[in-house]
């Protein structure tokens, strides 16, 4: 994934695209977080494994998107 990409990841994301941001293969990823092994924080929903973007970025060693970024609003 690109920086651009990573810095539009929505607050949490599936397991699987973490595992793209982080080059780990869908089978050892989903081994890994039921393991409690994963690199980051892994957010269990039922069956359902999230990841949240701040974990992730903090993880890569990214910082957020600059407050530039977001959107601004003319009075």
């Known amino acids: ?3 651009a990409e990573l810095l539009d990841l929505p607050v ?3 397991l699987e695209t973490a595992n793209r941001a982080l080059a780990i293969g869908r089978t050892n990823g989903y081994f ?3 393991t409690g ?3 980051v924080r892994v957010l ?4 359902a494994y999230r990841v949240t973007r701040y ?4 993880y ?3 910082e957020p998107a600059p ?3 977001a959107p601004r609003i003319r009075l």
């Open 67 to 69: 407050a530039d970024r």
């Open 12 to 14: 949490s994301f599936p």
């Open 60 to 62: 890569l060693g990214l």
């Open 44 to 47: 269990q929903h039922g069956r």
């Open 32 to 34: 890994m977080a039921k």
């Open 1 to 3: 994934m690109t920086h």
């Open 55 to 58: 974990d992730l970025l903090r």
């Open 37 to 39: 092994t994963y690199p």
